[in-house]
């Protein structure tokens, strides 16, 4: 059939719109939205014909039926459509792409408390007046960080633009080539430097900088400088790096500010359990530097936010810096936030997930890996092999790139069908399941998942292996 004539023959979104399958939705959702899948899906269609696709009816009837087929999935889709809960399952404790740390019984209850309740957020009961809605925060992280002042924004990125923007807009921030990162979804830390400050002046080369480099790029018109904890890589070989306490000294000389985007969110001593390769906050600022930036969800394991830490007079600036306004935390992350502070204050930590998984003894996840193993073995009969093996779970969310934790594993080989297709099937589950997949092996890391999830993480790792091997 001829392309022009098949083209002609599409039909029309009114004769769509009017089929039952359609039309069936439209008292009930928004009229303009299914038209404009409608038109999508027909548009879609259009396509297919101009490329020649083999696989696209030509006759008014097949057009008509396969458009209707995609306008009313979509539909579907559109209303059905949520974020699924997803069994973390690949020892990664701070996975970036499944919503990094997560929070307790007592802040989620904060954050209930703060959506379904009114709230003293900018209120001060005693005197009646309004007041800031950082207070409680910023008292908190004084005290459990030295700090002379701090202030909590959306993430650390907003973190690091208030601060350039504040203290470089009008002059230049120097940052070492070295650490000029890329984060997650390609947003790259130059780009981000190039919206907030008057120019950026990078010093030294990918593998090496010197202290003379900051110094150059300070008589260059340098009213900021950066260092950058490269977080989730690192440099090795023929390498140079300028310290940070010499940093921060060749800065308090010549009087320039010095920040440290520290990223992670340190405030436990992770150092004193035997978990090295990051410093934790208080230290960092006790080397004197002016300014410090890191994350909330991280390894600090609250809500997503970015915090800044340093001299009060830099931070008081960025506080009266309009752009705080429009990076400002809302209630419910607020809420969430004082509470996991206010548990670092008591030395509650039990409570911070994000903590209890990183240091959760290796003798206690082999005890769990064990009892789960036996549990998924006889499930499973002959269609597996379930081993406990030792392994290693990551940190992650760009914290401790080079120190792994020691890990127990539940290792699943299949006697039939793949590791691939067993992955997959556990991803299209629900609650959906993340695992490793190395060869033709699944690894479980019991360390990022929840005790009470583990019941349902063998159930369907069993009905997985049984739809894959075929059922006794």
């Not at 405030?267 to 004193?272: F, I, M, T, V, W």
Request: glycine share 10%; net charge negative.
């Amino acid at each position: 059939m001829d392309i022009r004539l098949s083209l002609k023959n599409l039909p029309s979104v009114e004769r769509v719109l009017a089929d039952e399958r359609i039309a069936a939705h439209i008292n009930r959702l928004s009229r303009s939205g299914i038209t404009a899948i409608v038109r999508a899906c027909i548009e879609a269609y259009r396509e297919k014909l101009r490329s020649g696709d083999p696989a696209a009816g030509r006759s008014q009837e097949q057009m008509l039926e396969r458009i209707v087929l995609a306008a009313a999935g979509e539909i579907e889709a559109v209303g059905t459509q949520r974020m699924r809960t997803v069994i973390n399952a690949t020892g990664v404790v701070l996975h970036t792409n499944l919503g990094r740390a997560l929070l307790g019984g007592e802040a989620i209850a904060a954050v209930v408390a703060a959506a379904t309740r009114c709230s003293d957020l900018e209120y001060d009961l005693d005197t009646g007046r309004r007041v800031e809605r950082l207070r409680r925060v910023t008292r908190l992280l004084r005290h459990l960080t030295g700090a002379e002042d701090a202030l909590a924004v959306n993430n650390n990125a907003a973190a690091v633009m208030l601060a350039v923007d504040t203290l470089a807009s009008g002059g230049a921030v120097a940052v070492s080539r070295g650490e000029l990162v890329e984060i997650g979804g390609s947003f790259r830390l130059p780009e981000i430097l190039a919206k907030a400050a008057g120019a950026v002046i990078e010093v030294g080369t990918t593998n090496r900088t010197h202290a003379e480099d900051y110094e150059r790029a300070i008589d260059e018109g340098a009213t900021l400088l950066l260092k950058v904890h490269t977080s989730n890589y690192r440099v090795v070989g023929f390498t140079s790096e300028v310290p940070l306490a010499e940093l921060t000294a060749l800065g308090a000389r010549r009087g320039v500010p010095v920040m440290y985007d520290q990223g992670s969110g340190v405030l436990y001593p992770l150092g004193e359990d035997g978990i090295a390769g990051e410093e934790n906050i208080a230290e960092i600022l006790a080397r004197g530097v002016d300014l410090l930036s890191c994350s909330a969800d991280k390894v600090l394991g609250g809500p997503q936010g970015g915090i800044l830490l340093g001299r009060a007079d830099l931070i008081e600036r960025m506080r009266r810096n309009h752009l705080a306004r429009a990076l400002r935390l809302d209630k419910m992350t607020l809420a969430a936030l004082e509470q996991v502070l206010i548990q670092y204050w008591k030395g509650e930590l039990e409570g911070v997930p994000a903590l209890e998984m990183i240091l959760c003894p290796i003798g206690e996840l082999r005890g769990r890996c064990e009892l789960f193993a036996s549990g998924l073995s006889a499930a499973v009969g002959k269609r597996a092999t379930v081993e406990v093996v030792d392994g290693e779970s990551s940190i992650g969310g760009g914290s401790f790139p080079s120190n792994p934790l020691p890990s127990v594993l539940v290792k699943v080989t299949l006697t039939s069908g793949t590791s691939a297709r067993l992955a997959e099937a556990l991803r299209r589950a629900d609650p959906a399941v993340l695992v490793r997949v190395k060869g033709d092996v699944v690894y479980m890391d019991l360390r990022t998942v929840v005790e009470e999830e583990e019941p349902v993480l063998q159930a369907r790792v069993a009905a997985g292996v049984g739809d894959l091997t075929g059922r006794e």
